[in-house]
């Protein structure tokens, strides 16, 4: 079993959208939990960052962590073509365990 | 020059080549990091340095070499590599110990090994 899961996608969706990405990881002593954005032929950018449970807002992005679980959410609000990227989640401490991210398209 | 950067941005290099790549960051931090990225792969943690010194030997094998001179540049050796080593190599540092890991990536030295 892969220590973080997420589907590549790609996933496509209509400008404005509601956008939900999703990881699912394996060990419960991950206590932090990121999302990076990764535009192509660039390095990946922070974009959240959460200590443990509940959720995290910034702008058109909330981050969500549910432990009991094991799941990691990044949603975004009124998407934007620009938004169009790979989206990394990433678990642990200074040993970080990434998924193989989702490719996200919004079309204008 | 800010954030974290990467030299060279492209490397094409032979099987019998030795070649470097250079990473230096300009926030200050205390902790850097080479990862590999693969097409359809997650990032794959390489080595981790704290304070100039290795930390981390993620079973890298040993035509990687890396070398940290000091805190803000970080280097990657590479001699005898596979043509499965052609990948997107970044480098990343933080500032670690902090109670809060925040790593920050620069853009990647895309390398082909032919």
């Known amino acids: 079993q892969k220590e973080v899961e997420q589907d590549p996608g790609p996933l496509s969706v209509p400008e404005g959208a509601i956008v939900s990405l999703n990881c699912t990881y394996s060990n419960s002593a991950f206590q932090y939990f990121m999302w990076y954005r990764q535009y192509s032929r660039k390095g990946p950018e922070l974009l959240m960052y959460?200590?443990?449970?509940g959720n995290k807002e910034d702008g058109r992005f909330t981050a969500q962590v549910d432990k009991s679980s094991k799941y990691i959410s990044l949603f975004i609000r009124d998407s934007q073509p620009s938004d169009s990227a790979t989206y990394l989640c990433a678990t642990g401490f200074q040993k970080l365990v990434f998924g193989t991210g989702t490719r996200l398209l919004v079309s204008p | 020059e800010t954030g974290v950067t990467q030299t060279p941005r492209h490397l094409v290099m032979g099987m019998t080549n030795k070649k470097s790549l250079k990473c230096e960051q300009h926030?200050?931090?205390?902790?850097m990091y080479w990862y590999k990225q693969s097409a359809k792969k997650p990032l794959e943690l390489m080595f981790v340095?704290?304070?100039?010194?290795?930390?981390e030997n993620n079973s890298v094998p040993s035509r990687f070499s890396p070398e940290c001179p000091n805190s803000s540049h970080l280097f990657l050796h590479l001699h005898t590599l596979q043509p499965e080593d052609s990948a997107l190599y970044l480098c990343?540092?933080?500032?670690?110990?902090?109670?809060?890991?925040?790593?920050?990536f620069g853009p990647g030295t895309r390398l082909l090994v032919l």
């Open positions: 990343a540092s933080s500032q670690a110990l902090a109670g809060e890991e925040t790593q920050y």
């Open positions: 340095y704290n304070f100039k010194e290795q930390t």
């Open positions: 926030l200050g931090h205390n902790a």
């Open positions: 959460t200590y443990s449970s």
